[in-house]
C-alpha cells in the first residue's frame, strides 16, 4: 500500500509565503507524475501543479508565477513553493501520486492539508 506523508500548510497573511511537500512511502512503482490538487469549501477539487519524473510541469493559470512545483526522484518527493499568497488560495492542498504497472493507470492520493490564508 502507498502512503503519502503530506507536510507544511498552515495560516499566513495575504502576500506571504508557504512551503509543502509529500514524500511518497514506497519507491518501487513507476512515477508517471507526482503533484498537488486543492479543494475550497464548496467546491471542486482542482489542479494546482504536477511535474512528471522527466520535469515536466503542468501549472493552473491561477496560480503561475507565484507556485512553484519541484521534485526530487531519489526520495519520491514532491515539493510547492507558494509565494505571493492569495485569499483565494485558501483551500485543503492534496498530494498526488500517479503511477504506472502493467499498462494500468492508478491515482493516490495524500490526506490533505490546510492552507489558509488572511486578508
Known amino acids: 500500500q502507498v502512503q503519502l506523508v503530506e507536510s507544511g500548510g498552515g495560516l499566513v497573511q495575504a502576500g506571504g509565503s508557504l512551503g509543502l511537500s509529500c514524500a511518497a512511502s514506497?519507491?518501487?512503482?513507476?512515477?508517471?507524475?507526482m503533484g498537488w490538487y486543492r479543494q475550497a469549501p464548496g467546491k471542486q477539487r482542482e489542479l494546482v501543479a504536477t511535474?512528471?519524473?522527466?520535469?515536466?510541469?503542468n501549472v493552473a493559470d491561477s496560480v503561475k508565477g507565484r507556485f512553484t512545483i519541484s521534485r526530487d526522484n531519489t526520495k519520491s518527493t514532491v515539493y510547492l513553493q507558494m509565494n505571493s499568497l492569495k485569499p483565494e488560495d485558501t483551500a485543503v492542498y492534496y498530494c498526488n501520486l500517479r503511477t504506472i504497472r502493467g499498462g494500468v493507470i492508478d491515482d493516490y492520493w495524500g490526506q490533505g492539508t490546510q492552507v489558509t490564508v488572511s486578508s
Open positions: 514506497r519507491n518501487f512503482f513507476v512515477i508517471v507524475s
Open positions: 511535474i512528471t519524473s522527466s520535469g515536466s510541469t
